[in-house]
């Protein structure tokens, strides 16, 4: 079976990577363009978020139809091209598959629309008098999740914008379908699947919920488990060589054992997110308060022994194009940007798991900056605008937090060079291109042996190199130091130590280990020295080994 367990994923997001005609918006000659940088980096798979045909109302997340290419990222010749030409170099494709719900603009729902009862049943439907949506459940954007359609007097779920509307997975012809669409783009090659908030499929009952938004009642869902079990056999589970990862939204522990575990026939692995709400109020994330620092260890370190303990495997992650960018959130943009951007994907890649890199994360790229809301893109920013300016916020305050928690944060274009557009348009971007191109970009870094993209390439091979990287068990150390984030990972005579000064504070370091006999495998300062009391230079990472 192939070994993902060594393999490093490459997040890309082809609207924002590289345009190749000028129209501003990225495309798939743009990936294909850019597959040596991808090689030189030495990544094993490129996800790619969706471009099939949407009206874009979530930017490719409203899937409009599952087989077919917009035409603004291209063709589907572009994307055979793309297949081959990332075979050439040994990269493998992994497709973004949205089926908690379609566009309202896919055939299926305008057809349940028109009153064809064969489509209705892919849908949630329920009746209900105009005024009163059938219970009080949010959509994770903000506002009421049912939509109504005067014309049917029945609302439909939607737990994200009202233009995508959820899937009704009861309906086994629902599950039927999927299932067709995975088969069709693994005839095509793909060697890969991310399962988009996979683990909402299955809706238990439609209470409301007195106690939050409505999440209890259908994440981790009673039949969760079974749909995907079906899935595997059905499809990805008759080739050995996919791999699938599972996005779970507020998922427990508990479950992932079961959606990732090496013998439950699931998925590969899983994303959860619980490690990155350490800068929200509970799940409330329209808010500024510092990271909780052992909130960030204590989770991190209890999804690496649990999982361990259930055989089960992590996707290990700071960045994707929902999070604000991680130099910017947990560590400096100013003067230890450098430091602070390696130590922290050095962190990441030492843990067991598969790591993901976002696009332009090897880069040290930062948050996006905006000061007004016509430069905003994402959905999910301008409805929050609107709701904490309803709820009194003053503008300014509301802009802070914008610039903080947006989604756009990472979805600026990627910062090839030092022009205007930063390489990535000859045209006028969809979205602002951050003006620290100039200092922040892939030309300035990819012959520098000091810079961030080097360390990424780094620790990309080592995890090759090292089976303790990609196969050892992890334990902590010292897990309640105020600022220092260590682990170590071991696999029968050998062992790496990790240590992380995630602070501008120097700070002395007396390792619980006797570090006699270890080397110094990798290190953001160059002059590091091997010894067992370590003096701790700000955002100071150091890679220990013994054989
Ligand atoms: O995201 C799922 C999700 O619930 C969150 O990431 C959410 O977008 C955000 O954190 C709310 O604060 C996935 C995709 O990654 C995202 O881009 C889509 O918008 C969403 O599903 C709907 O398809
Ligand atoms: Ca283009």
Same mark, same amino acid.
């Given at each position: 079976?192939y070994d993902f367990r060594k393999s490093v994923v490459y997040q890309i997001y082809?609207?924002?990577?590289?345009?190749?005609?000028?129209?501003? +918006?990225?495309?798939?000659?743009?990936?294909?363009?850019?597959?040596?940088?991808?090689?030189?980096?030495?990544?094993?798979?490129?996800?790619?978020?969706?471009?099939?045909?949407?009206?874009?109302?979530?930017?490719?997340?409203?899937?409009?139809?599952?087989?077919?290419?917009?035409?603004?990222?291209?063709?589907?010749?572009?994307?055979?091209?793309?297949?081959?030409?990332?075979?050439?170099?040994?990269?493998?494709?992994?497709?973004?598959?949205?089926?908690?719900?379609?566009?309202?603009?896919?055939?299926?729902?305008?057809?349940?629309?028109?009153?064809?009862?064969?489509?209705?049943?892919?849908?949630?439907?329920?009746?209900?008098?105009?005024?009163?949506?059938?219970?009080?459940?949010?959509?994770k954007f903000g506002g009421s999740a049912w939509a109504y359609v005067p014309e049917?007097?029945?609302?439909?779920?939607?737990?994200?914008?009202?233009?995508?509307?959820?899937?009704?997975?009861?309906?086994?012809?629902?599950?039927?379908?999927?299932?067709?669409?995975?088969? @069709?783009?693994?005839?095509?090659? %793909?060697?890969?699947?991310?399962?988009?908030?996979?683990?909402?499929?299955?809706?238990?009952?439609?209470?409301?919920?007195?106690?939050?938004?409505?999440?209890?009642?259908?994440?981790?869902?009673?039949? %969760?488990?079974?749909?995907?079990?079906?899935?595997?056999?059905?499809?990805?589970?008759?080739?050995?060589?996919?791999?699938?990862?599972?996005?779970?939204?507020?998922?427990?522990?508990?479950?992932?054992?079961?959606?990732?575990?090496?013998?439950?026939?699931?998925?590969?692995?899983?994303?959860?997110?619980?490690?990155?709400? /350490?800068?929200?109020?509970?799940?409330?994330? !329209?808010?500024?308060?510092?990271?909780?620092?052992?909130?960030?260890?204590?989770?991190?370190?209890?999804?690496?022994?649990?999982?361990?303990?259930?055989?089960?495997?992590?996707?290990?992650? !700071?960045?994707?194009?929902?999070?604000?960018?991680?130099?910017?959130?947990?560590?400096?943009?100013?003067?230890?940007?450098?430091?602070?951007?390696?130590?922290?994907?050095?962190?990441?890649?030492?843990?067991? =798991?598969?790591?993901?890199?976002?696009? =332009?994360?090897?880069?040290?790229?930062?948050?996006?900056?905006?000061?007004?809301?016509?430069?905003?893109?994402?959905?999910?920013?301008?409805?929050?605008?609107?709701?904490?300016?309803?709820?009194?916020?003053?503008?300014?305050?509301?802009?802070?937090?914008?610039? %903080?928690?947006?989604?756009?944060?990472?979805?600026?274009?990627?910062?090839?060079?030092?022009?205007?557009?930063?390489?990535?348009?000859?045209?006028?971007? !969809?979205?602002?291109?951050?003006?620290?191109?100039?200092?922040?970009?892939?030309?300035?870094?990819?012959?520098?042996?000091?810079?961030?993209?080097?360390?990424?390439?780094?620790?990309?091979?080592?995890?090759?190199?090292?089976?303790?990287?990609?196969?050892?068990? @992890?334990?902590? +150390?010292?897990?309640k130091n105020p600022s220092v984030l260590a682990y170590t990972r071991t696999l029968?005579?050998?062992?790496?130590?990790? %240590?992380?000064?995630?602070?501008?504070?120097?700070?002395?370091?007396?390792?619980?280990?006797?570090?006699?006999? @270890?080397?110094?495998?990798?290190?953001?300062?160059?002059?590091?020295?091997?010894?067992?009391?370590?003096?701790?230079?700000?955002?100071?990472? /150091?890679?220990?080994?013994? =054989?």
């Amino acid at each position: 079976m192939y070994d993902f367990r060594k393999s490093v994923v490459y997040q890309i997001y082809p609207k924002s990577f590289c345009d190749t005609n000028g129209d501003g +918006l990225g495309d798939l000659h743009g990936v294909t363009a850019k597959l040596d940088y991808l090689k030189t980096l030495g990544v094993d798979y490129i996800w790619m978020t969706p471009f099939f045909v949407s009206p874009q109302r979530d930017n490719g997340y409203d899937v409009a139809d599952y087989r077919n290419i917009d035409p603004r990222f291209g063709t589907m010749e572009d994307f055979e091209t793309l297949c081959r030409e990332a075979k050439a170099r040994d990269i493998r494709v992994m497709l973004d598959m949205v089926f908690n719900h379609t566009s309202t603009e896919h055939e299926w729902f305008r057809k349940a629309l028109a009153g064809d009862p064969k489509y209705e049943n892919y849908y949630i439907w329920k009746d209900g008098d105009p005024d009163t949506p059938p219970n009080n459940w949010q959509s994770k954007f903000g506002g009421s999740a049912w939509a109504y359609v005067p014309e049917k007097g029945k609302w439909y779920l939607h737990l994200f914008d009202p233009t995508q509307a959820d899937l009704n997975w009861e309906n086994p012809d629902v599950r039927h379908e999927v299932q067709e669409v995975i088969r @069709f783009w693994m005839s095509k090659g %793909v060697k890969g699947f991310r399962f988009d908030v996979v683990n909402l499929i299955s809706k238990g009952s439609y209470e409301s919920d007195d106690q939050g938004d409505g999440r209890r009642f259908y994440t981790d869902g009673p039949r %969760v488990h079974e749909y995907l079990h079906e899935l595997n056999q059905a499809t990805f589970g008759t080739d050995a060589e996919i791999v699938t990862v599972g996005e779970m939204s507020s998922t427990s522990m508990e479950n992932c054992y079961r959606y990732a575990g090496a013998d439950t026939g699931e998925l590969s692995m899983t994303f959860s997110f619980h490690h990155l709400k /350490v800068d929200f109020v509970g799940n409330e994330k !329209w808010v500024l308060v510092p990271f909780d620092f052992q909130k960030l260890k204590d989770i991190l370190f209890s999804w690496q022994t649990g999982m361990t303990e259930h055989n089960a495997w992590n996707a290990v992650f !700071w960045c994707n194009h929902d999070q604000p960018r991680v130099v910017s959130r947990f560590g400096d943009e100013g003067e230890y940007w450098k430091q602070s951007a390696k130590m922290l994907g050095t962190v990441i890649h030492c843990l067991r =798991g598969t790591p993901y890199v976002y696009q =332009g994360e090897e880069l040290g790229m930062t948050n996006a900056g905006f000061t007004s809301l016509d430069q905003y893109r994402d959905v999910e920013s301008i409805n929050h605008y609107h709701i904490l300016r309803g709820r009194g916020l003053h503008e300014d305050s509301v802009y802070d937090i914008l610039r %903080v928690h947006s989604r756009d944060n990472s979805r600026t274009p990627m910062q090839w060079d030092d022009s205007a557009q930063g390489g990535f348009t000859s045209g006028t971007p !969809w979205l602002s291109v951050n003006p620290n191109t100039k200092t922040i970009n892939a030309e300035s870094q990819i012959d520098d042996p000091d810079s961030i993209f080097n360390h990424y390439r780094k620790l990309i091979a080592l995890r090759k190199q090292y089976d303790v990287i990609s196969a050892g068990d @992890f334990a902590p +150390l010292d897990q309640k130091n105020p600022s220092v984030l260590a682990y170590t990972r071991t696999l029968d005579g050998q062992q790496i130590v990790v %240590v992380n000064n995630f602070y501008r504070t120097e700070t002395d370091w007396t390792c619980p280990i006797d570090l006699t006999g @270890f080397t110094c495998l990798l290190s953001n300062y160059p002059d590091t020295e091997v010894q067992t009391k370590l003096h701790l230079r700000p955002y100071e990472s /150091v890679i220990l080994y013994r =054989g």
